[in-house]
């Protein structure tokens, strides 16, 4: 393939680190919950803030979709980019995994590193297309992926440009702006690569249509699912999961000739810093 | 500056190329009509297409911005990606610009594609925010100016992801999904490059905004306006131009610092198949 053909696209959670037992992003807003609570003295009593102060999970889940996209809102917009990354980064330097007390961005996993430096090593330039946010995922994905920012796709909130006492900032809006998850994602692959990738990796029938979409190209293409099959190292799931679900892209991986990575048995190991097993 | 802050960005119509009598995506636009003609009888009766067909551009004007916009919509989306790819590939390669009977790939500044070259032998990515159709753009952008598809930005229509006869396909609607002029060059630039560039290059009012952003970081920056003076080799307009108007810019650009590049004195050439003057 010429030099500019050779572009890979990875969906990020799941596929790139790990995604249990909460999306890593969801882990992030329920700590700024908690760090912003002074300023919301009606989170104590309103659902479901109140669940996440208390540490009532149940409660935050029994508000469904509804609750989720409010906890996302109060901790994900208003502020500026740069205010934004700051949080992020700030969370990401103490945050530690509930399981394995890593750090999140030990949580990544060390076949998909090396897949990305194999790639690179041979003139492909490496994109994440994840469903996660992309101003959440580019403070740190150069450093632990050697992705940068302008590599990164995700879903985006709608930003303002305006100026504060004569600075210039954008303001991240309580708008959705993209959302790139399922169909979703050829369009943001567009949107910002403005051409068909050769290669596409996911774990969830979220990244179904980039897998479609990159496979169905002229030329020799490549598709691959991860599949979470290691309950002991890692996690094992894949129908009826409500995180990673995977069921139309096991049914017709064969037919589609998309590769399908057993973690359990193909991975000798998962994290960089672990012994190998 | 470290090599991942090398980062430039560049306004396309009237910096990198130029933009008179009209800009060259609305010359496509007018191809387009008498191309698709065939297929709208009811484009004889109706204006601004009657007007476009008979060649009488006072009726075309006298439609404003509402006939503008229905000119675009006729000819820009409707289509898929890879379709209207093709139909800016087969006019790039066949039309003409009315003054200069040049292709309009060769009506390029010859400077600015030497600074193009100067940044990146120094290790900067070069960008294109304009606020031009991305996809006008894509198609010819590496070849004539060496910066790939991912790296140019601009206006967007909306796209659909959907199945042909089981042949995925990227539709594009005729709903804006992004206007990249003004404050929307720094929401452009944040959405696909995710991080401030240190260099600007612009030429109208339409990129006051981006040289704003990009000059008001921390370090060193470098903001320049390509100031039309040439009515002899190019044309002379600034104030009060309905094209590449640029008024704030000329007022602004000592208090700001930006380099203000007078075409006529500056520039020995300007066309690369042009003799030098």
Redesign the interface.
């Known amino acids: 393939m010429p030099p500019?053909a050779r572009?890979a696209t990875f969906d990020n959670d799941g596929t790139l680190w790990a995604e249990q037992p909460i999306y890593f992003q969801f882990a992030f807003a329920l700590d700024r919950v908690k760090a912003l609570a002074s300023g919301h003295p009606e989170w104590q009593t309103r659902q479901p803030f109140k669940g996440v102060l208390e540490g009532d999970m149940k409660a935050v889940t029994a508000t469904g979709e509804r609750g989720m996209l409010a906890l996302i809102a109060a901790t994900h917009v208003g502020n500026t980019?740069d205010e934004f990354a700051q949080a992020v980064s700030s969370w990401m330097a103490s945050a530690r995994h509930p399981r394995t007390n890593r750090p999140y961005t030990a949580m990544v996993y060390k076949p998909m590193l090396e897949l990305l430096a194999y790639l690179r090593a041979n003139g492909f330039?490496t994109f994440i297309v994840s469903g996660g946010g992309?101003?959440f995922m580019?403070g740190w994905a150069?450093q632990v992926y050697g992705i940068?920012?302008?590599?990164?796709i995700g879903s985006?909130a709608r930003?303002?440009?305006?100026l504060r006492s004569g600075?210039?900032v954008?303001r991240r809006l309580a708008e959705v702006?993209h959302i790139d998850d399922k169909?979703?994602k050829?369009?943001g692959i567009?949107?910002?690569?403005?051409?068909r990738p050769i290669a596409a990796f996911g774990n969830s029938d979220g990244d179904f249509?980039m897998l479609?979409?990159v496979t169905?190209g002229p030329g020799p293409r490549l598709g691959a699912i991860v599949h979470h099959t290691d309950a002991a190292r890692e996690w094992a799931y894949d129908r009826g999961s409500s995180i990673g679900r995977l069921e139309r892209g096991l049914d017709e991986a064969a037919a589609r000739r998309w590769v399908v990575v057993d973690m359990k048995h193909d991975w000798k190991q998962i994290y960089p810093d672990e012994a190998k097993q």
């Not at 940068?148 to 990164?152: F, I, L, M, R």
């Not at 930003?159 to 305006?162: A, D, F, Q, R, T």
Request: proline share 11%; aromatic share 6%.
């Open positions: 500019a572009i980019t330039k992309v101003e580019r150069e940068p920012p302008e590599q990164v985006r930003m303002k440009y305006e600075v210039p954008l702006d169909a979703g050829p369009v567009q949107q910002v690569i403005g051409r249509e479609e979409w169905s």
